[in-house]
């Protein structure tokens, strides 16, 4: 089992299952993503990371994010940070406890991280594999269901005015 005392590498498997997964990006978006696997998901706010890929502001790199099949920078950030943890945790065993306090993250973030990035819990998601996981973000990606953040859904209510116009 290796340290946990040092960020580990990217491992090769992870950076190719991930061009497998949503094979039709650009290049610019490739190196966005293998940037992020670098930082295990954390880059920095959107306006820096849009000034250091040459976007006038953080909305038109919303833009091109949107465009080109991906999410949201912190759900993107959030996916790359859960595969990456799920990466890691097969090939060293390591816990995402330890992951989270050597990255210098709050173990229960990361938890709940999980949680609302694939709507199960850790030890669950870490039985389904990374496999499972890299299918998800691709259809999160390609999927034509863009629901970026899963909520609850809301209970909708009729007031007395609202119904009396029906």
Same mark, same amino acid.
């Given at each position: 089992m290796a340290t946990l005392l040092f960020p580990q590498p990217v491992s090769l498997g992870l950076r190719v299952s991930l061009d497998t997964a949503?094979?039709?990006?650009?290049?610019?978006a490739r190196t966005l993503i293998d940037g992020m696997l670098l930082h295990q998901g954390s880059i920095g706010c959107a306006q820096a990371v849009a000034t250091q890929l040459g976007f006038r502001d953080r909305f038109a790199f919303a833009r091109w994010l949107s465009g080109q099949g991906l999410p949201p920078l912190h759900v993107l950030a959030g996916w790359i940070a859960v595969l990456s943890w799920l990466d890691r945790s097969a090939r060293d065993e390591a816990a995402l406890c330890a992951m989270a306090i050597c990255g210098g993250r709050d173990p229960a973030a990361c938890y709940?991280?999980?949680? $609302? &990035?694939? /709507?199960?819990? *850790?030890?669950?998601? $870490? &039985?389904? /594999?990374?496999? *499972?996981?890299?299918?998800?973000?691709?259809?999160c990606c390609c999927g034509a269901n863009r629901r970026w953040i899963r909520r609850s859904p809301r209970k909708r209510t009729f007031t007395a005015s609202v119904v009396a116009t029906l």
């Open positions: 949503v094979p039709t990006l650009s290049p610019r709940r991280l999980v949680q $609302r &990035v694939t /709507g199960k819990s *850790w030890g669950t998601v $870490r &039985v389904l /594999g990374l496999a *499972w996981a890299l299918s998800k973000f691709g259809a």
